[in-house]
């Protein structure tokens, strides 16, 4: 990260701060209980910007602030939730918005008012946090899927996944390339998250929204629509153009070395796109079908523990000091992915690239962080494996997929 002070030392797997001056907060009435110390999950490449951001808070209010290093996956979700009411949970812990749903359901968490400052964030990042009509988390990150373009090899911009198909494999033809595009598929549970953009450019949204936006138990992926997108996964199958076994290390490795033009994938793969000196443009996933597409968009966000140790300063630290500007702007430089602070956003000097994937982030849709999304996933991903594969006739299985998730439901 850029200009980071690391005051932070750490002992064994947590880093203390500690200050000792003097300064006003701002943004919703300060809310610190006095001296004593927070502590916070996070993963490795988002505790140097906290550290710099506890520095102040620290100085601010007394109240020090330790790290438990430790990567988010469904594994530290489950133990936060049972270690919760003990006592022994983090203050503060990191999550994508998506395990909201878990969180708020079994009481661990509590809501977090940003005040004016929730105006600061795209309106993905304030829906994405929000569940049961209740904001719980600071949002600080935005991640979707996008259309990577080799510009060595293709400077066209296709508008319609069709026409992309088309030009990949003329390009195969002409230039040898081993694929018409390449995305992240996984031979055993498939990948629905990667190929959600072209599903709901069918209209076949996984659930039901209201007219505020959030998501109901409601499945709304069946019917014409579902169908349709099924037969097109059948025909991208038997095409050879979508390989079940293409996996996300295959996907982005071909693409890296020149075997594919368009590559349907996130922002966490720039790191390795820059590494490889590559020239590409990040564009919008065209449409499949006759609507626009759509991606999910996931939120990384801090969640604050309905049992912390500390609430009032918990509270204030994730209100207060994680909602700046300036905080959200080093948490983009820390870790590389696209801020959800619109006016962090706007701060991005000189990266093009992650720019255009918060820009197209505006057009997606919040992955669900309600509970029933729980049933999905399996079904999901196992039926569009069997349908690309050409195991069965799409409608079919389509709807077999449906009846198995309305009953699991």
Same mark, same amino acid.
């Given at each position: 990260m850029k200009h980071l002070h690391r005051a932070a030392c750490a002992v064994g797997a947590v880093l203390l701060l500690a200050g000792c001056s003097s300064a006003p907060t701002a943004g919703v009435a300060g809310l610190a209980g006095g001296p004593g110390s927070i502590k916070i999950q996070a993963g490795s490449d988002e505790i140097p910007a906290l550290q710099q951001i506890a520095e102040e808070f620290t100085a601010d209010t007394g109240v020090e602030v330790e790290f438990v290093q430790r990567e988010i996956n469904a594994q530290a979700i489950s133990n936060f939730i049972s270690q919760s009411p003990t006592g022994q949970a983090p203050d503060i812990i990191v999550s994508p918005h998506d395990n909201l749903g878990q969180l708020a359901s079994n009481g661990v968490v509590v809501p977090v008012e940003m005040g004016d400052r929730a +105006?600061?964030?795209?309106?993905?990042?304030?829906?994405?946090?929000?569940?049961?009509?209740?904001?719980?988390?600071?949002?600080?990150?935005?991640?979707?899927?996008?259309?990577?373009?080799?510009?060595?090899?293709?400077?066209?911009?296709?508008?319609?996944?069709? +026409?992309?198909? @088309?030009?990949?494999?003329?390009?195969?033809?002409? $230039?040898?390339? +081993?694929?018409? *595009?390449?995305?992240?598929? !996984?031979?055993? @549970?498939? #990948?629905?998250?990667?190929?959600?953009?072209?599903?709901?450019?069918?209209?076949?949204?996984?659930?039901? $929204?209201?007219?505020?936006?959030?998501?109901?138990?409601?499945?709304t992926m069946g019917g014409e629509d579902g169908n349709e997108f099924? $037969?097109?996964?059948?025909?991208?199958?038997? !095409?050879? #153009?979508?390989?079940?076994?293409?996996?996300? #290390?295959?996907?982005? +490795?071909?693409?890296?070395?020149?075997?594919?033009? *368009?590559?349907?994938?996130?922002?966490?793969?720039?790191?390795?796109?820059? @590494?490889?000196?590559? #020239?590409?443009?990040?564009? =919008?996933?065209?449409?499949?079908?006759?609507?626009? @597409? $759509? =991606? *999910?968009?996931?939120?990384q966000a801090f969640f604050v523990n309905a049992n912390a140790q500390n609430p009032m300063a918990a509270q204030d630290f994730a209100a207060n000091y994680l909602t700046r500007p300036e905080a959200q702007t080093a948490m983009y430089e820390s870790t590389g992915r696209p801020p959800a602070s619109q006016v962090a956003v706007d701060r991005m000097q000189g990266d093009p690239l992650r720019s255009a994937y918060a820009e197209i982030a505006e057009t997606g849709l919040p992955m669900p962080a309600i509970p029933e999304m729980g049933a999905v996933w399996s079904f999901w991903g196992t039926t569009q494996n069997a349908v690309v594969d050409g195991r069965g006739d799409p409608v079919e299985l389509w709807n077999r997929m449906i009846d198995n998730i309305e009953g699991q439901i």
């Open positions: +105006e600061d964030f795209t309106e993905n990042a304030r829906e994405a946090v929000v569940y049961d009509g209740v904001s719980y988390g600071v949002p600080y990150a935005i991640e979707n899927v996008a259309m990577l373009r080799n510009n060595e090899l293709a400077a066209q911009d296709p508008a319609t996944f069709d +026409e992309l198909r @088309a030009i990949g494999h003329r390009l195969m033809e002409e $230039r040898g390339i +081993e694929y018409p *595009f390449t995305v992240s598929q !996984s031979p055993e @549970a498939g #990948d629905p998250y990667h190929l959600y953009a072209l599903q709901t450019s069918f209209g076949a949204e996984v659930f039901e $929204r209201t007219a505020e936006g959030e998501y109901t138990g409601n499945l099924a $037969r097109y996964l059948q025909e991208l199958g038997a !095409s050879g #153009d979508l390989r079940t076994s293409m996996t996300p #290390d295959i996907a982005k +490795e071909s693409f890296l070395n020149g075997e594919s033009a *368009f590559h349907l994938g996130g922002p966490w793969e720039l790191t390795d796109v820059e @590494a490889a000196g590559m #020239d590409v443009s990040v564009l =919008p996933v065209p449409p499949a079908g006759d609507e626009e @597409a $759509r =991606p *999910f968009v996931g939120v």
